[in-house]
């Protein structure tokens, strides 16, 4: 199943900012047509589907929408393909799998949100060993 990504690189550089684009969109071609390799793999139809990998993918690529250097742009394709490649051929265990990019990142709390309703102990306790 993994042969058909052995063969996806990334051109070292891209002519101009139009080239670059054309490239990020067959990417998340191949990332899309990937998912079902993916969810036999790690057997995540019990905790995701289809249209929710494709929206984390999505997600991904759209954080760096701002980005407009195609040197930046050419080494994020590259970055995205090595984690493809390395996802699809099974270098990443399940539970890198699930942390990464299924579970919500809802779980992480900031300082802030940790002293809702504790005792004055760890209030202080928090605001001392945080810088």
């Not at 899309?32 to 249209?51: A, E, F, H, K, Q």
């Amino acid at each position: 199943m993994a042969s058909s990504l052995k063969f996806v690189r990334v051109p070292p550089n891209s002519a101009n900012i139009a080239e670059a684009r054309q490239r990020v969109f067959e990417f998340f071609k191949t990332a899309c047509r990937s998912i079902p390799t993916i969810m036999d793999i790690y057997n995540l139809d019990d905790v995701s589907s289809p249209s929710q990998l494709r929206s984390t993918i999505s997600a991904e690529i759209r954080k760096n929408a701002h980005v407009t250097n195609t040197q930046v742009i050419d080494m994020l394709l590259f970055k995205g393909t090595e984690e493809l490649s390395n996802i699809v051929e099974h270098a990443k265990q399940r539970h890198h799998i699930l942390g990464q990019y299924i579970l919500p990142h809802e779980e992480s709390q900031d300082v802030g949100t940790k002293d809702l309703g504790a005792s004055d102990f760890l209030k202080n306790f928090y605001k001392g060993n945080y810088f």
